[in-house]
């Protein structure tokens, strides 16, 4: 994402000239998180027997089986995932351009609070990849409010570009610590000492990172349509659940075929490929065309936005979202990666519930 920041700024979404004003409901902001707070911590005290078990057995006592069932029990309520999932990272990135732009001991401190709280929910979701992402979009916010809200006039200390990068080295190197030690608690492999460790927990990571989207995309084209048909739109669960026909789980699927695994899994697939298992090569032309469109369309919209506060948090979760389509299929994405909750969170922070728009000479 701090690579596509590079690309996306020259195009002026995030690189700001002109003052940047308040358009964020502080009333609304605290009332939500208030309200969502309270809410994940009952949800947490209902079910902390899985949650105790994830911790004691799934990652402390290393067991893969214990850290499956624990993820699907804590991610079986809805609500509670899109919450974590989307809107508390929202609140968080919020509370962090809050933190940076009044610069006080509140602030601050009501920053760390909420992003503790967030960071504590996502990883007991024992899921890796939420928790890598919003570690990631929190160092993209920081990057773009620090840019756009500090001036070098106002700032006490002005780093310089080697400082700088030493920081952002040094952040990417606890988050990569921060997966070693969650892959860690997911094997049940046993080292013989700590540099062979540090190696295959290394390699796993590598692997995962650069090669979980090529592999399973060769998956796709070889079992559909060889092995099996195109599965339509059966692999969309709402859609299966209002028309009542069967729900068929593709990344599942795929992962049982091509797994010597007797464990449960699934595979990361993109948008793309996703056209394909479902229409086929039609579907794949017709599914970029569309996907284009629909960039195309954000893309107009985030041009029209006033350079606001609450604007400005919701550019960078467009951000999230065009990551999770090299995840995730379009429906997924809108929908279970938060896309649509994003917009409703932008929603809902605007003073008045009013979006403003940049005014045009």
């Known amino acids: 994402m701090i690579l596509l920041y590079g690309k996306v700024k020259c195009i002026n979404h995030l690189n700001f000239r002109e003052s940047i004003s308040d358009n964020l409901s502080n009333t609304n902001y605290y009332f939500i998180t208030v309200l969502i707070v309270l809410f994940v911590f009952a949800y947490l005290f209902v079910n902390r027997d899985v949650v105790l078990t994830g911790i004691a057995q799934g990652m402390l006592g290393r067991e893969p089986d214990a850290l499956l069932e624990s993820r699907r029990g804590i991610t079986s309520n809805y609500l509670y995932t899109v919450i974590v999932y989307n809107i508390l990272p929202f609140l968080t990135i919020v509370s962090l351009y809050k933190s940076i732009k009044k610069s006080t001991l509140y602030s601050r401190v009501s920053f760390l609070i909420l992003f503790s709280i967030s960071f504590f929910l996502i990883l007991m979701l024992f899921q890796k990849r939420p928790l890598i992402i919003f570690m990631l979009s929190l160092l993209l916010a920081g990057y773009v ?84 048909g195109h599965y339509g739109f059966t692999n969309i669960g709402m ?104 917009i409703l969170m932008w929603l809902m922070l605007q003073k008045r519930f009013k979006i403003k728009l940049r005014k045009f000479a």
Do not use: W
Request: aromatic content about 20%; overall charge positive.
């Open 145 to 228: 409010f620090r840019g756009n809200l500090i001036t070098k006039k106002t700032k006490t200390k002005v780093l310089s570009k080697r400082q700088k990068r030493r920081k952002y080295i040094i952040y990417l190197g606890f988050l990569f610590s921060l997966l070693l030690i969650l892959y860690y608690s997911a094997t049940t492999y046993q080292f013989q000492n700590l540099f062979e460790a540090i190696l295959k927990l290394s390699e796993i990571v590598l692997t995962r990172v650069f090669g979980r989207l090529s592999i399973p995309a060769f998956m796709y084209t070889h079992y559909f349509s060889e092995v099996g």
């Open 239 to 342: 859609l299966s659940s209002v028309f009542g026909f069967e729900h068929f789980e593709d990344t599942k699927t795929l992962y049982t075929y091509f797994s010597r695994s007797d464990k449960d899994g699934s595979l990361a697939i993109n948008s793309i490929m996703d056209f394909y298992g479902g229409f086929g090569y039609p579907g794949l032309l017709v599914g970029n065309v569309m996907l284009g469109f629909l960039l195309a369309v954000l893309e107009r919209v985030l041009n029209t936005l006033e350079k606001n506060n609450i604007n400005m948090v919701f550019t960078i979760f467009c951000f999230v979202f065009a990551y999770y389509l090299s995840q995730a299929s379009l429906p997924r994405a809108l929908m279970g990666y938060g896309f649509v909750f994003f």
